[in-house]
């Protein structure tokens, strides 16, 4: 009857929470206690609420009796199987009371709060490292034991996100799902097609701290970083040649391997490179790209557009 009446009889003594039933205040009290009476016969896993056993044990069965009438969703959690069925409910009663941000589930509405505070409480034990997520850094964390959890079952890929192989998938599949909505332009990467807007909308957000370039992608900004430190972290494990740029390391091995990959579709020309290649279908196009600014020369060759300009200037280039 107290749960009709709202009769809450029975106190804690300790910190004076009360309840309607006597077994709910004994098992209250064992959080006072730490008490955990009820020991799994698997594991050393125990607990102080019988509920909270028999949830763990399903994790050693393998039973997951909520079941979805809906979808194939299954779960050895009733609470898993409330928050599954909002999905199709479309409810979120979780409010930021700061903005209009809503989530289906508790956890989401705390990460979300801390864009608001910008709490970091996160912290990496080995590094400086903060952040507002777990997942964030557990992710890091892996940075430190170089574990590599996620697995191509294609190729020897492996990787320390699940995000970094669902993008590498694609490589398999050849998917390319995001479109530039200007251009043909598609990728497998949603950072690509963001840096591939710039070039439509002429932006280059990322500027260099040390002379006046700018570019329009964080990676080659990276790049052009390493002509001012000189840093060539690219190595050749056949010479002692090494590069600023993976590309550039990709292209020397060709020396080594004698590969030329790119193919002419109109003769039987081969080249190492692509730019190679481009530069080879000049002389099938008849285009010429390269314009001298003072006269109306043009050439198919940068090299032979530098030695056409001494010819303003009275040089002559042997």
Known sequence: MHKHTGEKPFKCNICGYCFTTKSILRRHMRAHTNEKPFKCNSCDYCSNQIATLKRHIRKHTGEKPFKCNICD??????????????????????????????????????????????????????????????????????????????????????????????????RHTCEKPFKCNVCDYCSNQMTNLKSHMHKHIGEKPFKCNICDYCCATKSRLRRHMRTHTGNKPFKCNVCEYCSNQMETLKRHMHKHTGEKPFKCNVCDHCCITKWDLRRHMFTHTGEKPFKCNICDHRCNRMSSLKKHMLTHIDQKPF
């Open 73 to 170: 969703f299954c779960s050895n959690q009733i609470a898993s199987l409330k928050r599954h069925m909002r999905k199709h409910t479309g409810e979120k009663p979780f409010k930021c009371n700061i903005c209009d941000y809503c989530s289906i589930q508790m956890v989401s509405l705390k990460t979300h709060m801390h864009k608001h505070t910008d709490e970091k409480p996160f912290k990496c034990n080995i590094c400086d490292y903060r952040c507002k997520q777990m997942r964030n850094l557990k992710k890091h964390m892996r940075t430190h034991t170089r574990e590599k959890l996620f697995k191509c079952n294609i190729c020897d890929y492996c990787t320390i996100d699940m995000r970094y192989l669902k993008v590498h998938m694609r």
